[in-house]
Protein backbone atom coordinates (compact mmCIF):
# COMPACT_ATOMS: atom_id res chain seq x y z
CA UNK A 1 0.00 0.00 0.00
CA UNK A 2 0.83 3.56 -0.62
CA UNK A 3 0.39 4.69 3.50
CA UNK A 4 3.57 4.56 5.22
CA UNK A 5 2.42 1.63 8.02
CA UNK A 6 4.24 0.57 11.36
CA UNK A 7 3.53 -2.56 12.95
CA UNK A 8 3.76 -3.14 16.53
CA UNK A 9 3.71 -5.96 18.55
CA UNK A 10 3.00 -6.25 21.83
CA UNK A 11 4.85 -9.14 23.40
CA UNK A 12 5.12 -7.89 27.73
CA UNK A 13 2.99 -10.65 29.00
CA UNK A 14 4.31 -13.62 31.44
CA UNK A 15 2.03 -16.35 30.05
CA UNK A 16 1.33 -17.67 33.74
CA UNK A 17 -2.03 -19.54 32.26
CA UNK A 18 0.52 -22.18 30.24
CA UNK A 19 2.35 -22.71 33.79
CA UNK A 20 4.70 -24.80 34.56
CA UNK A 21 5.45 -24.75 30.66
CA UNK A 22 5.69 -21.07 30.67
CA UNK A 23 8.45 -19.40 33.19
CA UNK A 24 8.85 -15.70 34.19
CA UNK A 25 12.01 -16.00 32.09
CA UNK A 26 10.17 -17.72 29.52
CA UNK A 27 6.80 -16.56 28.85
CA UNK A 28 4.07 -17.99 26.62
CA UNK A 29 5.33 -15.57 23.53
CA UNK A 30 8.46 -17.15 23.38
CA UNK A 31 7.28 -20.97 23.15
CA UNK A 32 6.64 -23.12 20.64
CA UNK A 33 3.48 -24.51 22.12
CA UNK A 34 1.79 -25.45 18.63
CA UNK A 35 5.32 -26.69 17.12
CA UNK A 36 7.76 -25.25 14.75
CA UNK A 37 8.28 -21.11 15.61
CA UNK A 38 7.40 -19.64 18.54
CA UNK A 39 4.36 -17.70 18.73
CA UNK A 40 5.90 -14.26 18.75
CA UNK A 41 8.22 -15.95 15.69
CA UNK A 42 5.16 -16.49 14.13
CA UNK A 43 3.73 -13.18 14.70
CA UNK A 44 6.63 -11.45 12.35
CA UNK A 45 7.13 -13.76 10.08
CA UNK A 46 3.13 -13.47 8.97
CA UNK A 47 4.08 -9.45 8.86
CA UNK A 48 6.75 -10.01 6.23
CA UNK A 49 5.55 -8.14 2.64
CA UNK A 50 3.17 -6.53 4.37
CA UNK A 51 5.34 -3.57 5.82
CA UNK A 52 9.65 -3.61 6.08
CA UNK A 53 10.95 -5.61 8.74
CA UNK A 54 12.75 -1.27 9.88
CA UNK A 55 8.96 -0.83 10.70
CA UNK A 56 8.34 -3.90 12.72
CA UNK A 57 8.62 -2.68 16.75
CA UNK A 58 8.31 -4.95 19.52
CA UNK A 59 7.49 -3.27 22.92
CA UNK A 60 8.22 -6.25 25.97
CA UNK A 61 9.02 -6.42 28.94
CA UNK A 62 12.49 -5.08 29.77
CA UNK A 63 13.30 -8.39 31.28
CA UNK A 64 12.91 -10.05 27.72
CA UNK A 65 14.00 -7.44 25.26
CA UNK A 66 17.60 -9.12 24.26
CA UNK A 67 16.01 -12.54 24.30
CA UNK A 68 13.93 -11.29 21.86
CA UNK A 69 16.32 -9.69 20.03
CA UNK A 70 18.30 -12.88 19.89
CA UNK A 71 14.63 -15.00 18.76
CA UNK A 72 13.49 -11.97 16.22
CA UNK A 73 17.42 -11.26 14.80
CA UNK A 74 15.94 -9.97 11.54
CA UNK A 75 14.68 -7.09 13.38
CA UNK A 76 16.64 -3.65 13.57
CA UNK A 77 17.83 -4.30 17.80
CA UNK A 78 16.72 -0.72 18.63
CA UNK A 79 13.29 -2.17 17.49
CA UNK A 80 13.07 -4.08 20.44
CA UNK A 81 11.93 -2.01 23.26
CA UNK A 82 11.94 -2.99 26.64
CA UNK A 83 9.19 -1.56 29.38
CA UNK A 84 11.13 -0.44 32.46
CA UNK A 85 7.56 -1.64 33.85
CA UNK A 86 4.19 -2.69 33.99
CA UNK A 87 1.79 -0.60 33.26
CA UNK A 88 -1.07 -1.94 31.00
CA UNK A 89 -1.71 -1.69 26.84
CA UNK A 90 -2.44 1.62 26.81
CA UNK A 91 0.65 3.16 28.19
CA UNK A 92 2.16 0.87 25.70
CA UNK A 93 0.19 1.98 22.89
CA UNK A 94 1.62 5.54 23.79
CA UNK A 95 5.10 4.54 23.11
CA UNK A 96 4.22 3.07 20.23
CA UNK A 97 2.53 6.10 19.10
CA UNK A 98 5.51 8.51 20.56
CA UNK A 99 8.27 5.90 18.58
CA UNK A 100 6.27 5.83 14.93
CA UNK A 101 5.75 9.69 15.32
CA UNK A 102 9.63 10.29 15.49
CA UNK A 103 10.33 7.26 12.94
CA UNK A 104 7.81 8.08 10.34
CA UNK A 105 8.43 10.00 7.12
CA UNK A 106 5.18 11.00 6.00
CA UNK A 107 2.72 13.31 8.35
CA UNK A 108 0.09 10.84 8.05
CA UNK A 109 1.35 7.20 9.05
CA UNK A 110 -0.88 4.30 10.15
CA UNK A 111 0.03 2.34 13.26
CA UNK A 112 -0.84 -1.55 13.33
CA UNK A 113 -0.99 -2.49 17.29
CA UNK A 114 -1.33 -6.51 17.54
CA UNK A 115 -0.59 -9.52 20.32
CA UNK A 116 2.56 -11.39 19.82
CA UNK A 117 0.77 -14.61 20.63
CA UNK A 118 -2.51 -15.14 18.72
CA UNK A 119 -2.43 -17.91 16.28
CA UNK A 120 -3.92 -16.86 12.83
CA UNK A 121 -4.60 -19.27 9.33
CA UNK A 122 -4.37 -18.22 6.16
CA UNK A 123 -2.56 -14.78 6.05
CA UNK A 124 -3.29 -13.88 2.62
CA UNK A 125 -6.91 -13.27 3.89
CA UNK A 126 -5.32 -11.41 6.86
CA UNK A 127 -3.50 -8.84 5.34
CA UNK A 128 -5.85 -7.79 2.97
CA UNK A 129 -8.28 -7.53 6.32
CA UNK A 130 -5.24 -5.38 7.48
CA UNK A 131 -5.21 -3.38 4.12
CA UNK A 132 -9.19 -2.57 4.62
CA UNK A 133 -8.79 -1.72 8.09
CA UNK A 134 -5.97 0.73 6.96
CA UNK A 135 -8.10 2.08 4.13
CA UNK A 136 -11.29 2.47 6.16
CA UNK A 137 -9.34 4.32 9.06
CA UNK A 138 -8.25 6.59 6.60
CA UNK A 139 -11.06 7.37 4.71
CA UNK A 140 -13.29 7.80 8.07
CA UNK A 141 -10.68 9.48 10.18
CA UNK A 142 -11.57 6.58 12.99
CA UNK A 143 -9.73 3.93 14.96
CA UNK A 144 -10.10 0.71 13.27
CA UNK A 145 -9.81 -2.94 15.58
CA UNK A 146 -10.61 -6.56 13.90
CA UNK A 147 -13.45 -8.07 15.00
CA UNK A 148 -13.64 -12.29 15.24
CA UNK A 149 -17.06 -13.52 14.10
CA UNK A 150 -17.39 -15.65 16.90
CA UNK A 151 -18.83 -19.36 16.29
CA UNK A 152 -19.76 -20.48 19.71
CA UNK A 153 -20.42 -18.40 22.75
CA UNK A 154 -17.24 -17.70 24.65
CA UNK A 155 -17.28 -16.34 28.07
CA UNK A 156 -13.43 -15.99 27.78
CA UNK A 157 -13.33 -12.99 24.87
CA UNK A 158 -14.56 -8.99 25.53
CA UNK A 159 -17.00 -8.42 22.59
CA UNK A 160 -17.97 -5.55 20.58
CA UNK A 161 -21.40 -4.23 19.40
CA UNK A 162 -21.51 -3.55 16.19
CA UNK A 163 -23.84 -0.97 14.33
CA UNK A 164 -24.07 0.33 10.83
CA UNK A 165 -22.23 -0.92 7.84
CA UNK A 166 -20.17 1.27 6.32
CA UNK A 167 -19.08 -0.78 3.70
CA UNK A 168 -18.41 -4.61 2.82
CA UNK A 169 -17.31 -6.56 6.16
CA UNK A 170 -16.94 -2.85 7.98
CA UNK A 171 -18.94 -1.43 10.75
CA UNK A 172 -19.00 1.44 13.33
CA UNK A 173 -18.97 0.45 16.87
CA UNK A 174 -21.94 0.69 18.93
CA UNK A 175 -19.69 -0.16 22.59
CA UNK A 176 -17.34 -2.54 23.68
CA UNK A 177 -18.05 -5.42 26.17
CA UNK A 178 -16.28 -6.70 28.87
CA UNK A 179 -15.57 -10.59 29.18
CA UNK A 180 -19.92 -11.46 29.69
CA UNK A 181 -21.44 -14.49 31.50
CA UNK A 182 -21.97 -17.59 29.53
CA UNK A 183 -25.19 -17.03 29.72
CA UNK A 184 -24.59 -13.52 28.81
CA UNK A 185 -22.28 -15.00 25.96
CA UNK A 186 -25.28 -16.92 24.49
CA UNK A 187 -27.52 -14.21 24.46
CA UNK A 188 -25.08 -12.07 22.99
CA UNK A 189 -24.23 -14.58 19.76
CA UNK A 190 -28.00 -14.89 19.78
CA UNK A 191 -28.44 -11.00 18.93
CA UNK A 192 -26.02 -11.60 15.69
CA UNK A 193 -24.10 -8.07 15.94
CA UNK A 194 -21.27 -9.10 18.87
CA UNK A 195 -17.90 -9.86 17.34
CA UNK A 196 -15.39 -11.01 20.18
CA UNK A 197 -13.00 -8.54 20.69
CA UNK A 198 -9.55 -9.46 18.86
CA UNK A 199 -6.86 -6.79 20.63
CA UNK A 200 -6.14 -5.71 17.09
CA UNK A 201 -6.24 -2.16 16.11
CA UNK A 202 -5.57 0.34 13.18
CA UNK A 203 -4.93 3.67 13.85
CA UNK A 204 -3.96 6.63 11.79
CA UNK A 205 -1.43 8.23 14.30
CA UNK A 206 -3.20 11.62 13.63
CA UNK A 207 -6.22 10.35 14.80
CA UNK A 208 -5.18 8.15 17.66
CA UNK A 209 -2.81 11.58 19.05
CA UNK A 210 -6.32 13.29 19.03
CA UNK A 211 -8.09 10.92 20.65
CA UNK A 212 -5.61 10.60 23.54
CA UNK A 213 -5.64 14.41 23.49
CA UNK A 214 -9.91 14.34 24.16
CA UNK A 215 -9.76 11.29 26.78
CA UNK A 216 -6.00 10.44 28.20
CA UNK A 217 -4.06 13.73 27.65
CA UNK A 218 -1.54 12.04 29.79
CA UNK A 219 -0.92 9.25 27.56
CA UNK A 220 0.07 11.77 24.96
CA UNK A 221 2.42 13.50 26.94
CA UNK A 222 4.49 10.17 27.42
CA UNK A 223 3.94 9.88 23.94
CA UNK A 224 5.44 13.15 23.47
CA UNK A 225 8.21 12.58 25.17
CA UNK A 226 8.84 9.42 23.71
CA UNK A 227 9.21 10.98 20.44
CA UNK A 228 11.17 13.54 21.17
CA UNK A 229 13.88 11.33 23.06
CA UNK A 230 13.76 8.42 20.12
CA UNK A 231 16.90 7.92 18.79
CA UNK A 232 19.11 10.02 21.71
CA UNK A 233 21.28 8.86 24.26
CA UNK A 234 18.57 9.56 26.60
CA UNK A 235 16.09 7.62 25.75
CA UNK A 236 16.31 4.96 28.04
CA UNK A 237 16.02 7.02 30.68
CA UNK A 238 13.14 9.36 30.05
CA UNK A 239 11.37 5.98 29.03
CA UNK A 240 11.74 5.12 32.69
CA UNK A 241 10.63 8.29 34.02
CA UNK A 242 7.79 8.47 31.82
CA UNK A 243 6.56 4.72 32.32
CA UNK A 244 7.32 5.34 36.32
CA UNK A 245 4.73 7.83 36.57
CA UNK A 246 2.36 6.44 34.22
CA UNK A 247 -1.28 5.18 35.19
CA UNK A 248 -1.62 1.25 34.43
CA UNK A 249 -4.73 1.15 32.14
CA UNK A 250 -5.67 -0.50 29.29
CA UNK A 251 -6.36 0.61 25.61
CA UNK A 252 -10.13 -0.30 25.76
CA UNK A 253 -10.68 1.53 29.12
CA UNK A 254 -8.47 4.73 28.11
CA UNK A 255 -9.42 5.47 24.64
CA UNK A 256 -11.62 2.89 22.81
CA UNK A 257 -14.67 2.94 25.23
CA UNK A 258 -14.75 7.16 24.98
CA UNK A 259 -13.53 7.51 21.02
CA UNK A 260 -15.46 9.60 18.53
CA UNK A 261 -15.20 7.22 15.92
CA UNK A 262 -14.47 3.61 16.13
CA UNK A 263 -14.91 1.09 13.49
CA UNK A 264 -14.69 -2.73 13.36
CA UNK A 265 -13.63 -5.00 10.46
CA UNK A 266 -14.89 -8.42 10.54
CA UNK A 267 -12.21 -10.94 10.40
CA UNK A 268 -12.16 -13.13 7.08
CA UNK A 269 -9.15 -15.61 8.37
CA UNK A 270 -8.90 -18.55 11.27
CA UNK A 271 -7.95 -16.77 14.80
CA UNK A 272 -7.14 -18.18 18.41
CA UNK A 273 -6.08 -16.49 21.17
CA UNK A 274 -4.17 -19.38 22.83
CA UNK A 275 -5.40 -18.63 25.98
CA UNK A 276 -5.04 -21.16 28.02
CA UNK A 277 -4.29 -25.15 27.80
CA UNK A 278 -7.88 -25.72 26.67
CA UNK A 279 -6.87 -24.16 23.34
CA UNK A 280 -4.72 -27.19 22.98
CA UNK A 281 -8.07 -28.75 21.39
CA UNK A 282 -8.27 -26.18 18.56
CA UNK A 283 -4.70 -27.44 17.16
CA UNK A 284 -4.25 -30.80 17.62
CA UNK A 285 -6.71 -33.90 17.29
CA UNK A 286 -8.64 -35.51 19.44
CA UNK A 287 -8.69 -39.48 20.57
CA UNK A 288 -12.23 -41.34 20.17
CA UNK A 289 -12.78 -40.47 24.09
CA UNK A 290 -11.97 -36.58 23.82
CA UNK A 291 -8.15 -36.49 25.19
CA UNK A 292 -5.64 -34.34 23.36
CA UNK A 293 -2.01 -35.25 23.95
CA UNK A 294 0.27 -33.65 21.30
CA UNK A 295 3.01 -35.52 23.57
CA UNK A 296 3.84 -39.30 24.23
CA UNK A 297 0.79 -40.30 26.65
CA UNK A 298 -0.92 -43.60 27.56
CA UNK A 299 -4.77 -42.82 28.82
CA UNK A 300 -6.35 -45.73 29.39
CA UNK A 301 -10.02 -45.08 30.36
CA UNK A 302 -9.85 -42.09 30.33
CA UNK A 303 -12.30 -38.73 28.57
CA UNK A 304 -11.48 -35.36 27.61
CA UNK A 305 -8.03 -35.02 29.48
CA UNK A 306 -5.37 -32.62 28.14
CA UNK A 307 -2.05 -33.49 28.29
CA UNK A 308 1.50 -32.45 27.42
CA UNK A 309 5.06 -33.02 28.35
CA UNK A 310 7.91 -30.78 27.12
CA UNK A 311 10.34 -33.50 26.49
CA UNK A 312 8.77 -36.05 24.11
CA UNK A 313 11.60 -39.15 25.62
CA UNK A 314 8.83 -38.89 28.68
CA UNK A 315 5.18 -40.65 28.62
CA UNK A 316 2.50 -39.83 30.21
CA UNK A 317 -0.06 -42.43 31.49
CA UNK A 318 -3.44 -42.31 32.65
CA UNK A 319 -6.14 -44.04 33.95
CA UNK A 320 -10.05 -43.60 34.23
CA UNK A 321 -9.41 -39.71 34.68
CA UNK A 322 -11.97 -37.43 33.11
CA UNK A 323 -11.74 -33.86 32.44
CA UNK A 324 -8.38 -33.43 33.75
CA UNK A 325 -4.93 -31.42 32.69
CA UNK A 326 -1.85 -32.74 33.23
CA UNK A 327 0.88 -30.94 32.36
CA UNK A 328 4.80 -31.89 32.76
CA UNK A 329 7.81 -30.06 32.33
CA UNK A 330 11.35 -31.42 33.64
CA UNK A 331 11.29 -29.62 37.44
CA UNK A 332 7.31 -29.24 37.96
CA UNK A 333 3.42 -31.29 37.07
CA UNK A 334 0.63 -29.30 37.51
CA UNK A 335 -2.52 -31.63 37.10
CA UNK A 336 -6.01 -29.65 37.63
CA UNK A 337 -9.94 -29.95 36.59
CA UNK A 338 -9.85 -28.45 33.02
CA UNK A 339 -12.84 -25.74 34.69
CA UNK A 340 -9.61 -25.31 37.58
CA UNK A 341 -7.29 -23.78 35.00
CA UNK A 342 -8.91 -20.20 35.94
CA UNK A 343 -7.13 -20.64 39.09
CA UNK A 344 -3.21 -21.05 37.76
CA UNK A 345 -2.57 -17.22 38.31
CA UNK A 346 -3.64 -17.79 42.21
CA UNK A 347 -1.81 -21.20 42.81
CA UNK A 348 1.06 -18.91 41.21
CA UNK A 349 0.94 -16.28 44.26
CA UNK A 350 1.48 -18.86 47.02
CA UNK A 351 4.58 -19.80 44.61
CA UNK A 352 5.70 -15.91 44.80
CA UNK A 353 4.94 -16.09 48.82
CA UNK A 354 7.01 -19.22 49.38
CA UNK A 355 10.88 -18.48 48.89
CA UNK A 356 11.51 -22.13 48.36
CA UNK A 357 9.03 -22.14 45.23
CA UNK A 358 10.02 -18.97 43.66
CA UNK A 359 12.66 -20.55 41.80
CA UNK A 360 9.66 -22.88 40.15
CA UNK A 361 8.12 -19.52 38.58
Known amino acids: MPQEIFCVIMAGGRGERFWPYSRTARPKQMLSLLGGASLLEQTVLRLQGFVSE ?8 GNYAEQIRTLCSQLPPENVIGEPCVRDTAPCMALAAGVVKAAARTEEPVMFLLPSDHFVTDRNAMISDFEVCCGSALEHDALATIGIVPDHPSPDYGYIECGDGISEGVS ?16 LLASGNFKWNSGIFAFPLKTIRREMQRNAPDLLGLSDKIAAAWGTAGFSSVLRAEYEAARKISIDYAIMEHAENVIVKDASFGWDDIGNWTALRNHFTADEEGNVAPTPAVLQG ?3 CIVFSDDGSTVIAGIDLEGIVLIRTADAVLACPVESLGKIKTLLKKFAADPRLQKFL
Open 302 to 304: CRD
Open 54 to 61: KNIFIITN
Open 172 to 187: RVKRFREKPSAEEAAR
